[in-house]
């Protein structure tokens, strides 16, 4: 499962990332609410574990923002906060479950599988389409013009990455950390060459450019206008 872990604790985020990953698990990290309500908006997951009290913007404040937004992506909420009051105020906020710290992980990893076993509350989508670029996500195909491309697995990664931000610019470090998992800065041109052989399977001979860079800041997938 792909799952998103909120939490400001880097000991704690560390521990639960590793654990998790052993667990099989695929995982996305945000240390601020920022970050964690950009992610929780913008993919796809499974399941969310989201930490109450995270700087920038507070779990209930990105609970109440996705929930108004229509994801319904189910919710496990950690905290230090176990009231009556504390948990009725998380689970009204959107939240699925809700855990006090401390906690055993294994009643952590419990809760998140049966979160994922509830049946889909959404509809699941299968496929990405941007002008004349469409990506099956069931096939794992991609086509441009109703011609087939064929992509290597990183490439249909950062392919599907762009895709799901298109419109909007993705940094080099958005990258490293969502398709290539790093979360430091590896000092290679990992991203460029990828980003090279792509763009040459989709845009050489089409006439027009999807993959755009945008200087100083990364890269922007968008229709022509």
């Known amino acids: 499962m792909k799952l998103l872990l909120?939490?400001?604790?880097?000991?704690?985020?560390?521990?639960?990332?590793?654990?998790?990953?052993?667990?099989?698990?695929?995982?996305?990290?945000?240390?601020?609410g920022r970050e964690g309500l950009m992610l929780a908006a913008g993919e796809t997951y499974d399941v969310i574990v989201l930490d109450r009290m995270v700087p920038e913007i507070d779990g209930l404040a990105i609970l109440r923002t996705i929930r108004a937004s229509g994801v319904k992506t189910p919710v496990l909420l950690l905290t230090a906060m176990g009231g009556i009051d504390?948990?009725?105020?998380?689970?009204?906020?959107?939240?699925d479950d809700y855990l006090v710290k401390p906690f055993a992980?294994?009643?952590l990893l419990a809760r998140v599988n049966a979160l994922a076993r509830r049946p889909p509350t959404q509809d699941v989508q299968t496929a990405l389409t941007v002008a004349d670029l469409?990506?099956?996500?069931?096939?794992?195909?991609?086509?441009?013009?109703g011609t087939r491309v064929d992509l290597q697995p990183r490439e249909f990664q950062?392919?599907?990455?762009?895709?799901?931000?298109?419109?909007?610019?993705?940094?080099?470090?958005?990258?490293?950390?969502?398709v290539w998992d790093f979360h430091f800065d590896p000092k290679?041109?990992?991203?460029e060459t990828h980003m090279s052989r792509l763009r040459g399977k989709l845009d050489r001979g089409q006439g027009s450019?999807?993959?755009?860079?945008?200087?100083?800041?990364?890269?922007v997938l968008r229709a022509p206008d």
């Open 86 to 95: 504390d948990r009725v105020e998380g689970l009204e906020a959107g939240a």
């Open 134 to 145: 469409t990506l099956d996500l069931l096939k794992r195909t991609v086509t441009r013009g």
């Open 105 to 107: 992980f294994a009643e």
């Open 188 to 191: 290679t041109n990992i991203v």
């Open 6 to 32: 909120v939490e400001d604790d880097k000991e704690a985020a560390a521990y639960l990332r590793r654990a998790l990953s052993e667990a099989g698990h695929t995982i996305d990290y945000a240390g601020s």
């Open 209 to 219: 450019d999807l993959i755009q860079t945008v200087r100083g800041a990364g890269y």
């Open 158 to 178: 950062l392919l599907e990455y762009l895709m799901r931000h298109a419109g909007r610019v993705v940094t080099r470090t958005m990258l490293l950390e969502s």
